[in-house]
Nanobody, 118 residues
Framework: VQLQASGGGLVQAGGSLRLSCLAS????????MGWFRQAPGKEREFVAS????????TYAESVKGRFAISRDSAKNMVFLQMNSLKAEDTAVYYC????????????WGRGTLVTVSS
């Protein structure tokens, strides 16, 4: 089982980036896919999640209205569209997955670095 995140980079404040996560190695039906981030010197925090089956979404308050998570079941991919980026969004972003009935995310991908310059 593997999650591979990509799409990070350097962007100016106010700009946009789209992160992608390719999921492979199993079916993710009944899973919840999430994006997390970890800024320098801070703990990892939840950003957004989407249910694989219905596409229901949840967001951290800090990104509501600016970020949008989605999934493409046919391509086994999850996306995070990030708009109106702020310097405080600078972090390593991770894609993760958990079974619908589990509390913790069990599968983690390598992160992709997003740097927002002010």
């Amino acid at each position: 089982v593997q999650l591979q995140a990509s799409g990070g980079g350097l962007v100016q404040a106010g700009g946009s980036l789209r992160l992608s996560c390719l999921a492979s190695g199993r079916t993710f039906v009944n899973y919840i896919m999430g994006w997390f981030r970890q800024a320098p010197g801070k703990e990892r925090e939840f950003v957004a999640s989407v249910t694989w089956n219905l596409g229901s979404t949840t967001y951290a308050e800090s990104v509501k209205g600016r970020f949008a998570i989605s999934r493409d079941s046919a391509k086994n991919m999850v996306f995070l569209q990030m708009n109106s980026l702020k310097a405080e969004d600078t972090a390593v972003y991770y894609c993760a997955a958990r079974p619908g009935g589990a509390r913790e995310y069990r599968v983690w991908g390598r992160g992709t670095l997003v740097t927002v310059s002010s």
